[in-house]
């Protein structure tokens, strides 16, 4: 089995514990993060760090980035100091972060023009899954490029090749299509509830085993009956991935409208302040809407 020496980009939320796992799984692994101290942890456990992305590429044959939006990622690999400018020939790069499935397929030409082989590899599975390496990954990227990388990818989760460069960004859309309106059904449903005066424990204890279940009403939905609205995954991200979606929506002319209506909603808890909330403070748009008190704040 060939040896893979692992440079590792983006020391976030996700990063530094999908790094560590990958550390953990026996392969050597070098860092860099944009904001240098966040380095220390992971020298700590035992990985090397690098200067730049681009001093990072020239000890590394597979280079993970697990960064922001499109544009961070066009930065680390081919800004100033990106990595594409050291990367050697044959070298494997995984790009984790969720970002366009269309600037994907145009950032695998590129890759490819300098002999580099590019999987996008985005995830589901939020800090949790990224600290117990039970990501859900989608990979999209030539089948072979996968299964010589499949012993690193598999220390951070479980694996599903999805089809060809972009196509693992674009399950991931759809992912989040199907996050945004379960947690729009989701709020509708506690609001019709709370309106005509039934118990939304009870509500919550039938739907959950129901058809009209979903993540968002397990997980979320005992969150908001609590009042707890901090995050798992923040409002700002989510509007960064219907962002995504509704870009291609529009490249494919394709109408989204239950996207397009969440997006629009969860607008609106950013304009009240919410970016750092988690997704289900959607629920505090509803209650305004709706002129009805769902959360337990609301009934101070
Ligand atoms: P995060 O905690 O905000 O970390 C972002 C990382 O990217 C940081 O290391 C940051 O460096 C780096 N970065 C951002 N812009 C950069 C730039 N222009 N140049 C260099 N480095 C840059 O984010 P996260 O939660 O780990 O998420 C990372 C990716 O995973 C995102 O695409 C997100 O959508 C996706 N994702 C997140 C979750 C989740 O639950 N959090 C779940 C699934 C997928 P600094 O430390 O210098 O800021």
New binding site residues.
Partial sequence: MKTWNVGF???????RSMSKNIHKGGFPVTVW???AH?MDEAARWGAETAASPKELAETCNLIIT????T??VE??AL?EHGFLHAAKPGTVWAD????SPDATVRLARTAAEKGVRMLDA??????VG?RNGTLSIMVGGEADVLEEVRPVLETMGTIVHCGPAGAGQTVKACNQILCGLNLLGMVEAMALAKKSGVDLEKMLEVTTRGAGGSWALSNLGPRIVRGDLAP???VK?QQ??LRIVLGEAERLQLPLLGTATVHQLLRSVQAHGGDEDGTHALVRVMEQLGRVSITPRNEE
């Fill in positions: 980009i983006g020391l976030g939320i996700m990063g993060n944009r904001t966040k697990m960064v922001g939006d544009p961070d930065e680390v800004g984790m972060s969720t970002i985005p995830v589901s599975g939020g800090d990224a798992g995954f923040s991200f960064k991935d």
